[in-house]
């Protein structure tokens, strides 16, 4: 990773691709595209990507082939992400739980968990339909639930950033900044 010299710069420049976790509905893919663009750096959406690889829907592919098949899917999508060149990322919530694909990020990617209060979340995703894991649930308790299995794990992120409920652009700039400090904290210059 390659940063100049102020954490204040402008200007970060990365040869790891920046892998964005946390929970569904804190701004992974928003806030990845902006950033992507502020690094110059390509963008991959990883729930598209399997997609697109499957032919269907996230959703269709649960109520189709369930969870198992998906998490396997995604598994080799992240696989393919991660070892090409350096990207914008933004996982899936649960990509980060498959040991191989959270190996793969130590090894190719600075993560960065992008945290935010479940009630904003909850507020977040109630505006679309299409979280699976969701469908039918009460929403706080779901979240809950996968919040006290996950973040012991995205705990492990290189980066943690509070993306709290302000806009987009703020979280952008929070995590523009984490990243700097990271890279300079890991001798990069």
């Known amino acids: 990773m390659n940063c100049d010299a102020s954490p204040d710069s402008p200007i970060l420049k990365l040869n790891r691709t920046i892998a964005l976790v946390g929970l569904m509905g804190v701004g992974k893919s928003t806030v990845g595209r902006r950033l992507a663009a502020r690094l110059n750096l390509p963008f991959a959406d990883g729930d598209h990507e399997i997609e697109s690889a499957a032919g269907m829907s996230v959703s269709e592919i649960f109520a189709t082939r369930g969870e198992a098949d998906f998490r396997a899917g995604e598994a080799r999508v992240m696989k393919r992400l991660l070892e090409g060149p350096p990207i914008v990322l933004a996982t899936g919530g649960g990509a980060m739980m498959n040991d191989e694909t959270r190996a793969m990020m130590k090894e190719h990617a600075v993560t960065v968990w992008m945290r935010a209060d479940l ?49 987009h652009g703020v979280a952008l700039e929070a995590m523009l900044t984490e990243l700097r400090k990271y890279a300079l904290e890991q001798g990069v210059r």
């Open 119 to 167: 009630h904003v979340i909850a507020e977040r995703v109630a505006r679309r339909d299409t979280r699976p894991l969701l469908r039918g649930r009460d929403t706080i308790k779901v979240l809950s639930e996968l919040s006290e299995k996950r973040y012991p794990v995205y705990g492990e992120a290189d980066v943690t950033v509070d993306v709290g409920g302000g806009s």
